[in-house]
């Protein structure tokens, strides 16, 4: 009979030979997990137990699944630009921001990571458009005002 | 600080200093408030036409005027903010966003059309 700590860290048995060759036929222990076998004083991988565990009964590792990317798409701060900044850059935004997540629905990862990276530059050039119409509306304004005094 | 934190602090932030702003001035009268190249040019509503005059009624609590001066900007807001709170446009099917640039383009050329109800979609200071 054996004991195993399983992947919980909790420790789990005794188990016996049959159990445990059951197991890692199925994956549900592997190479390294902790055995202590009845009767041992120390833990040793599964690989240490021949009689349990041959590398070829266990099914090769299952890769984790990929996390899903959180990949902005700056859809919020885009329709912010278009209504309130810089219509046509906010415009771009919106339509990079609408291919992020049209690029991440067909699993084109690097593509969505593109159009979101567009669609926070356009955001941003949105801004930017916003504080030079508001610089150069000021200056006319001052010029006038000052033209205006001129006359007085 | 973690992710959702800081941007609700960053978002609120922002709110802040965009109401006060607009409660202090009106875009009407203030001269750092640019105003809309294409519509200087044009005589055309784009689609955020009025949308800072709307803000300074909004900041005043002036709901029907800021209505009148672009009512897809003022639906926007709650919409806006929805998305802010929840952090969650990522998860928005993308037939979802094309149809609000459809919306967004829509409302700019609905709202050049000099008929009635047409106007209504136009800023009337």
């Known amino acids: 009979m054996y004991r195993i700590i399983g992947g919980d860290g909790k420790e789990y048995g005794p188990v016996s030979a049959e159990q445990l060759r059951q197991w890692a036929a199925e994956g549900r222990v592997n190479a390294q997990t902790q055995v202590l076998a009845e009767g041992a004083t120390d833990w040793k991988p599964l690989a240490a137990f021949p009689e349990l565990f041959s590398p070829a009964t266990t099914p090769p590792p299952v890769a984790p699944a990929m996390p899903t990317q959180k990949i902005p798409n700056y859809l919020v701060q885009a329709i912010l630009a278009t209504l309130f900044c810089c219509m046509p850059f906010g415009i771009a935004a919106i339509v990079f921001a609408a291919q992020v997540n049209t690029k991440l629905a067909a ?37 006038m005002a000052m033209a205006g005094k001129l006359h007085q | ?34 105003r ?90």
Not at chain 1, 108 to 119: F, Q, T
Not at chain 2, 10 to 31: E, H, Q
Not at chain 2, 87 to 107: S, Y
Request: hydrophobic share 55%; aromatic share 14%.
């Open chain 1, 107 to 143: 699993g084109d990862v690097a593509g969505a990571m593109e159009s979101s990276r567009k669609a926070k530059m356009w955001c941003w050039w949105s801004v930017a458009g916003w504080a030079v119409i508001a610089v150069i509306y000021l200056a006319f304004f001052i010029v």
């Open chain 2, 1 to 34: 600080m973690n992710n959702r934190t800081r941007r609700l602090a960053v978002v609120g932030g922002f709110l802040l200093v965009t109401a006060a702003l607009f409660y202090v001035f009106d875009p009407v009268i203030t001269p750092f408030l640019p």
């Open chain 2, 36 to 125: 809309c190249p294409l519509h200087a040019l044009t005589g055309l509503n784009c689609p955020g036409c009025g949308s800072m005059r709307a803000l300074h009624q909004l900041a005043h609590g002036h709901l029907s005027a800021a209505f009148a001066l672009n009512p897809l900007a003022m639906l926007a807001l709650p919409f806006l903010a929805y998305c802010t709170w929840r952090g969650e446009t990522p998860r928005l099917k993308p037939g979802w966003i094309w149809a609000l640039l459809a919306v967004v383009v829509l409302f700019g050329i609905l709202r050049n059309i000099p008929a009635y109800p047409f106007t209504l979609l136009a800023p009337t200071t």
